[in-house]
């Protein structure tokens, strides 16, 4: 592997060029991690309206792994909150040929939304078409998104699965909360990572995946887009948007903004110390008549064991 460092105002670039997926060039900051035994969970939690519950403490929550039940050791409120746990948000952004005709509009909707995220530690911008790219920001640098994202035009094939897979080997290394935003139609044209392969990346992961799927100009593979999109969603306690035209993006990133700061981040010691592969069936209850929560439904040992 041969690693190239360098510094430009305020984002550090790492260019890595490695054995993986073909065409992938990866720019990101190098980061490092202690490894610990705690098990994440994203969790949001609804009313019998719907309407999404922001004001629940510590002990309003019950958490089971394979149906006995946890101390919590960590809790947060919503993104911008307050408290130590650091945010650290992924924005996976499809610029392929695909998405070309709506590019200009989704560039000016990422870039309002990115500006309105409180509390946020730094930010991963993650562009691919044929390759992959990324680039770290501190915090929520909108000026220097924006400037990058101005940059970006549509070419090439759809390497969505590797883009994925390449920003959850980066960002599952860093401490604190991580939250991915998507941005994709869910075809893939290029990749080498296979879907099963990511499938099982997401389970192993205590990252949120959120998506904003346009979808208008698919056809005939919209609903079975759809429901991959849905998939990789639900595997992580997040959720799927998929607005009718891109001219509804600002209402969509509008809903994702509310779901950001209602959503409770918990975190617990598993009772089983052992790496065997085998699937922790998580489940979180809220202490109330008619709450209702979604978040990750477990997560794979052997992955969490990978990660020493």
């Known amino acids: 592997m041969r690693r190239v460092i360098a510094v430009i105002g305020a984002i550090f670039i790492v260019c890595l060029m490695a054995d993986g997926p073909a065409g992938i060039r990866l720019h990101s900051q190098a980061t490092f991690r202690t490894r610990t035994d705690l098990v994440a969970v994203g969790v949001s939690v609804s009313d019998t309206k719907g309407s999404l519950v922001t004001n629940l403490s510590v002990e309003d929550f019950e958490v089971f792994e ?15 909150a307050g408290g130590e746990i650091p945010l650290h948000l992924g924005l996976l952004f ?16 990422v870039t309002r939304f990115l500006a309105r995220v409180p509390g946020v530690e730094d930010t ?23 400037t990058r994202l101005q940059q970006a035009t549509a070419s090439g094939w759809t390497a969505f699965y590797d883009a994925v897979a390449v920003y959850f080997d980066g960002a599952d290394q860093t401490d604190g909360r991580t939250i991915l935003i998507m941005y994709t139609d869910g075809e893939d044209t290029r990749s080498q990572t296979t879907l099963t392969r990511l499938l099982n ?5 205590s990252i949120t995946v959120y998506a904003v799927g346009l979808l208008n100009q698919v056809g005939p593979a919209r609903e079975r887009l759809q429901a991959r999109i ?11 948007f998929f607005p009718p035209t891109a001219d509804d993006l600002d209402a969509v990133y509008n809903r994702l903004l509310e779901e950001l700061k209602a959503q409770y981040f918990l975190g617990y010691s598993s009772p089983n110390p052992k790496q065997d592969g085998t699937w922790r069936r998580i489940e979180v209850r809220v202490k109330g008549a008619g709450m209702r929560t979604r978040a990750r439904p477990g997560y794979l040992a052997a992955a969490r064991a990978s990660r020493r």
């Open 230 to 240: 849905r998939q990789m969603t639900e595997l992580t306690g997040g959720l799927a």
């Open 124 to 146: 991963t911008l993650v562009e691919f078409d044929t390759d992959v790219r990324l680039t770290r920001f501190r915090g929520n640098d909108t000026a220097g998104l924006a």
């Open 66 to 80: 394979d149906g006995v039940r946890q101390s919590v050791q960590v809790f947060s409120r919503g993104v911008g």
């Open 94 to 109: 499809d610029k392929s040929l695909s998405l070309e005709r709506d590019l200009a509009l989704e560039r000016t909707a």
């Open 201 to 205: 990346q997401l389970r192993a992961s």
